[in-house]
């Protein structure tokens, strides 16, 4: 899934062309199994696939929420973690499915069983680590007036929040591999 680099790029900035070049162009070998030890570019491989779902989700979540007005029990924020949370995790699903049915071959329904077991715990790990950035970007850093997604500094949080949702994923995601639920990439 090669849209997963230009992806990361958009919150990992050159560091995500380093690591497209250093593992992302590797053929298309299978790397390990469930009993291998996965390594740190494994790893970060993996939470890459579950970061740009989660950036693509967002990105576009936000600004239906500014646009839309949309808030859960008043609060804006709230909206913005329920509405982000499930537009990650339908769009991480999508990319671990195509990710997982070619490299296992299993039929679709079988395909998208495993996509779900092998990216719900690291979107959920991604987007505590997203959320933890985004209430001090919204409670401590700019409590009045808060930022909004029609603000280049809402979107430099947010790709700090990225960043910071990659740190809270990774071991997850170490651990999802090892277990053999998602596929060492």
């Not at 699903?93 to 049915?101: G, N, R, S």
Request: aromatic share 14%.
């Amino acid at each position: 899934m090669n849209v997963v680099w230009p992806v990361s790029a958009l919150y990992f900035s050159v560091l995500a062309v380093w690591a497209y070049y250093r593992l992302g162009r590797k053929s298309g070998e299978h790397h390990g199994s469930k009993h291998d030890e996965p390594t740190a570019g494994q790893v970060a491989v993996g939470t890459s696939h579950c970061g740009a779902g989660c950036m693509l989700a967002d990105v576009g979540a936000e600004f239906a929420i500014a646009a839309g007005g949309i808030t859960l029990l008043g609060s804006v924020l709230l909206a913005e973690y329920a509405i982000d949370l499930a537009a990650a995790w339908a769009l991480g699903i999508v990319f671990q499915y195509f990710a997982i049915q070619p490299m296992r071959k299993l039929p679709v329904g079988q395909a998208l069983l495993a996509a779900m077991k092998a990216d719900t715990l690291s979107i959920l790990a991604f987007q505590v680590g997203m959320y933890g950035w985004m209430a001090l970007t919204y409670f401590v850093l700019f409590p009045k007036p808060h930022l909004t997604p029609f603000e280049p500094g809402y979107w430099l949080m947010m790709q700090a929040g990225m960043i910071c949702g990659f740190a809270t994923s990774y071991p997850m995601n170490r651990f999802l591999i090892r277990k053999g639920w998602k596929e060492a990439m």
